[in-house]
């Protein structure tokens, strides 16, 4: 058999016209597929400044959110802490006072002393 028999013989048997079908089915949808790819990146790249802008200020109403939580949470602390911190000035103060006052009055009263003794 020739060879021009034997390629004959290929391309008119089903096996062959199977293959090409096959081919030609999957050249089909990958055209299709592009098409709706560059279809919908169109409409991506149309839409994407505004979903762009719409998640960037949803990104920004939680972080000012955020943010003023956070700022009410140390106003809180600070709140507490300057509470506690003006509650222990008190007791060191009240403690303090007859000390400081006791110490005061020695002062002058020595003063004072020394003062006559060297008239």
């Given at each position: 058999m020739t060879i021009t028999t034997q390629a004959k013989k290929i391309t008119e048997s089903k096996p062959f016209y199977a293959l090409t079908g096959a081919g030609d089915f999957a050249v089909e949808k990958a055209r299709s597929y592009a098409s709706t790819v560059q279809d919908k990146a169109e409409v991506v790249a149309r839409e994407l400044p505004e979903k762009a802008k719409g998640y960037a200020d949803a990104a920004a109403t939680r972080f000012n959110r955020l943010y003023d939580d956070l700022a009410s949470?140390?106003?809180?602390?600070?709140?507490?802490?300057?509470?506690?911190?003006?509650?222990?000035?008190?007791?060191v103060s009240e403690t303090a006072e007859p000390a400081i006052a006791?110490?005061?009055?020695?002062?002058?009263?020595?003063?004072?002393?020394?003062?006559?003794?060297?008239?």
């Amino acid at each position: 058999m020739t060879i021009t028999t034997q390629a004959k013989k290929i391309t008119e048997s089903k096996p062959f016209y199977a293959l090409t079908g096959a081919g030609d089915f999957a050249v089909e949808k990958a055209r299709s597929y592009a098409s709706t790819v560059q279809d919908k990146a169109e409409v991506v790249a149309r839409e994407l400044p505004e979903k762009a802008k719409g998640y960037a200020d949803a990104a920004a109403t939680r972080f000012n959110r955020l943010y003023d939580d956070l700022a009410s949470r140390g106003r809180k602390v600070v709140s507490r802490v300057s509470g506690e911190a003006a509650l222990e000035l008190t007791e060191v103060s009240e403690t303090a006072e007859p000390a400081i006052a006791a110490e005061t009055t020695s002062r002058r009263t020595g003063r004072a002393r020394a003062t006559t003794s060297q008239s």
